[in-house]
């Protein structure tokens, strides 16, 4: 709802606008002032959407309180009223910030034109105003939440990297932050007004992840009709951010190693060197140290990677934070879901704690919006949770155990024959059905895997899915192992 302040030294002026706001049937709240020195009274009291004012008044003239009520208010939409021969004073005002101004006598049509394009600037102001706190929010390090000893750990590391242009790299298991912990290193240190650039190198087939990384010149390859600029060079003067580090190739690995050495890359097609000012960010859910060992990432640039590293720990190494982050979501998601979640029953409490939370941050975020769309009061209630938390499924029964991949130790549990059986009917029928499409997925994935000499675009290929669909797979069943 908009709030406009009328001021002017005349009441039959104020009855006049009030009564043509009034009429507009846009639901606006009304003020008055009858000088300049009431006005700032009223501003400092409020805060206007519009302020509709004379520049002729006793003890404060229009332009003194204009500059005292942006002073107060930088934001202030301002539209003044002025006589014949005070023009001039007019164009001063506009100078000093005013929105608009018109002429006594003024005709009504134009001051609805004027006010109505002066509360949607102002509605524009503020709405853009709230996108930007918003998103300063949204990766400032209050929104990686965490009060456990770990966590207080990641923060005092997080404090010494910021405003050092040092190489980071994060690691731990998928959901656990990493892109939010690159972006709020990112968003919070001296680079911060420069562009930070993402590359997840599992969401780019590898043929052309050369390309997106260092661009190309035309006619570098088919289909390049034009020259384009790679990533590396977007992030010039700012931070390139490289995701899922440990799934780039060796051929592509030698490339960034000389980018992160010399600062400088040559676009595919050329042979003219280009000088980047970049930082960069790396992050992996894999061990890149075991990865050293066996010879599937370079021992060089694991170092050059590995000047600081960041270790996020998975959510069950720090369940003292789960009913802080459970408060963090629900006071997120109140608003966006128009609900009123007030609480969690001690049982419902008890079962998120008791949960192993495989997918970690992730799936407790998404585990709440669930849970709050599905609650039919203010309370979480133990039958408002998904049935896998509420131990009813077999998928509930996870080890703990680090060295066990997300989505293995179910198939580890339970044997193909025991899904099977016609006798046994304890698990429900979606997920015994979910459990037998894991089972065969994994076989498949691990046949094509063997068929393609572990190369994952060709297994990938085979298999009629995508190399990040594959990868997330892998993951999912604990292949990584196995390939290597």
């Known amino acids: 709802m908009s709030r406009i302040l009328i001021v002017d030294d005349e009441e039959n002026i104020r009855f006049t606008l009030h009564e043509l706001l009034r009429r507009e049937g846009q639901g606006y709240v009304i003020d008055e002032a009858t000088d300049g020195v009431n006005a700032i009274e009223k501003v400092r009291q409020n805060r206007y959407s519009l302020v509709v004012m004379d520049i002729r ?25 002025t006589a014949h021969g005070t023009q001039k004073l007019a164009m001063e005002a506009l100078q000093l910030g005013a929105y608009d101004y018109f002429t006594k006598p003024f005709e009504l049509t134009e001051v609805r034109i004027v006010v109505r394009r002066a509360i949607e600037k102002a509605r524009l102001l503020r709405m853009i105003e709230q996108m930007r706190r918003q998103e300063e929010a949204r990766y400032s390090f209050d929104r990686i939440v965490g009060q456990s000893s770990a966590m ?34 990112h968003n919070n240190g001296a680079r911060r ?20 990384l260092f661009g190309h010149e035309r006619g570098a390859f088919t289909g390049a009709v034009s020259q384009k600029l790679g990533k590396v060079e977007a992030a010039n003067g700012g931070t390139l951010f490289l995701d899922e580090i440990g799934d780039m190739s060796l051929p592509l690995q030698a490339k960034l190693l000389r980018v992160l050495q010399e600062r400088e890359i040559e676009r595919v097609g050329s042979t003219k060197t280009i000088k980047v000012d970049i930082r960069v960010i790396a992050a992996t859910n894999r061990d890149l140290a075991k990865m050293v060992e066996s010879g599937t990432f370079r021992e060089d640039l694991y170092y050059r990677l590995n000047v600081v590293p960041l270790h996020l720990p998975p959510l069950r190494k720090r369940r003292e934070d789960i009913p802080v982050l459970i408060d963090h979501f629900i006071a997120e998601y109140n608003p966006k879901l128009r609900r009123n979640i007030q609480a969690l029953t001690e049982t419902a409490l008890q079962k998120l704690l008791n949960y192993n939370w495989p997918g970690n941050i992730r799936e407790l975020e998404n585990t709440m919006q669930r849970t709050m769309v599905m609650a039919t009061g203010t309370t979480i209630q133990e039958a408002d949770l998904p049935p896998s938390l509420r131990g009813e499924s077999k998928l509930a029964q996870r080890p703990s155990s680090d060295e066990v991949p997300v989505g293995i130790e179910v198939l580890k549990d339970i044997d193909l024959a025991s899904l099977l059986n016609t006798e046994d009917f304890s698990t429900p029928l ?11 997925e994994k076989h498949l994935i691990r046949a094509a895997l063997k068929k393609a000499g572990a190369h994952r ?10 190399r990040k669909s594959l990868h997330n797979k892998m993951v999912r069943y604990g292949l990584f192992s196995e390939e290597s």
């Open 57 to 81: 008044m006793p003890r404060m003239d229009g332009i003194t309180a204009l500059r005292e009520i942006r002073s107060i208010d930088p934001e202030a939409t301002v539209v003044l009223i």
């Open 152 to 185: 207080q750990d990641v923060f005092r590391l997080l404090e010494r990297v910021l405003d050092n242009d040092v190489t980071v790299l994060i690691t731990g298991e998928s959901g656990t932050g990493k892109e939010l912990v690159a972006t709020a290193i």
């Open 193 to 212: 007004e420069k562009p930070l650039v993402k590359v997840n190198t599992v969401a780019i087939p590898e043929a052309l992840l050369e390309s997106e």
């Open 430 to 440: 979606a997920e015994r059905l979910q459990l037998i499409s894991d089972h065969l």
């Open 457 to 466: 675009q060709e297994s990938a290929d085979l298999l009629g899915i995508s």
